[in-house]
């Protein structure tokens, strides 16, 4: 299997600009996850699907970021208007339904905004 | 509020040495933990986990122990080689819930 794909891996926009972040997990995974990690807070989870319907939101900073699953392979996370303070890296990650809920990350976006 | 912290943020070890990075937590409901590996320009890997009715699991160089009572969970590699250094996150499971602490960046000196 390819692993969970992310696109862009690199990011660099200016405040204001609309940002999409985009996510292919891996078939079969039931579970789609999207963090934020910064140097303060680490991995921050900020939502989360369960066949394709997000279960838990409560870790999206505000209004401007959005997230969605059309299909079981494209989830998207959506910033508008982007701010100087989302600059990160942002993780999707997928896995099935199991005991240990072992999770699987793409590689990463990382995200400027200037 | 972080439920799950790491307080070391770094930690340099001599090569063939122990490395032991460690984790607290707060909330008693966790089933299983979870110690992740990630390198520079990569996404985090899973590495060792633990349930909660345990107190120790191991892999090969690494062992992770869990002590229920403090609530603190360790991660040990023996012997730690250079390719170990990376960045190390704790994580802690409740139903599909994941809670990662900040990391602790381990440098494996040759």
């Known amino acids: 299997d390819a692993g969970v794909i992310q696109s862009p891996r690199h990011e660099v926009t200016e405040m204001g600009q609309e940002v999409t972040l985009r996510c292919k997990p891996i078939?079969?995974?039931?579970?789609l996850f999207w963090y934020r990690q910064t140097m303060m807070r680490g991995l921050e989870l900020l939502i989360y699907?369960?066949?394709?319907?997000?279960?838990?939101d409560s870790g999206m900073p505000e209004d401007r970021f959005s997230a969605k699953m059309p299909n079981a392979s494209f989830s998207t996370l959506k910033i508008q208007p982007s701010e100087p303070r989302d600059s990160a890296v942002y993780f999707c990650?997928?896995?099935?339904?199991?005991?240990?809920?072992?999770?699987?990350f793409g590689e990463g976006s990382r995200l400027t905004v200037l | 509020d972080q439920q799950v912290k790491q307080n070391s943020p770094s930690l340099s070890v001599q090569e063939g040495r122990i490395s032991i990075l460690n984790c607290d937590y707060t909330?008693?409901?966790?089933?299983?933990f979870l110690w992740y590996k990630k390198y520079p320009a990569e996404g985090p890997t899973f590495l060792i986990s633990?349930?909660?009715?345990?107190d120790k699991n191991e892999d090969g160089r690494f062992t992770v122990f869990l002590n229920k009572s403090a609530k603190h969970l360790s991660l040990h590699i023996v012997p730690s080689q250079p390719g170990d250094s990376a960045v190390y996150f704790c994580?802690?499971?409740?139903?599909?819930?994941?809670?990662f602490g900040t990391g602790t960046s381990l440098t494996v000196i040759p």
């Open positions: 990650a997928s896995s099935w339904t199991g005991p240990t809920g072992e999770l699987f």
């Open positions: 078939s079969g995974h039931d579970y």
């Open positions: 699907f369960n066949n394709n319907v997000p279960i838990d």
């Open positions: 909330n008693s409901m966790f089933d299983y």
């Open positions: 633990i349930s909660s009715i345990k």
């Open positions: 994580a802690a499971l409740t139903g599909n819930q994941f809670y």
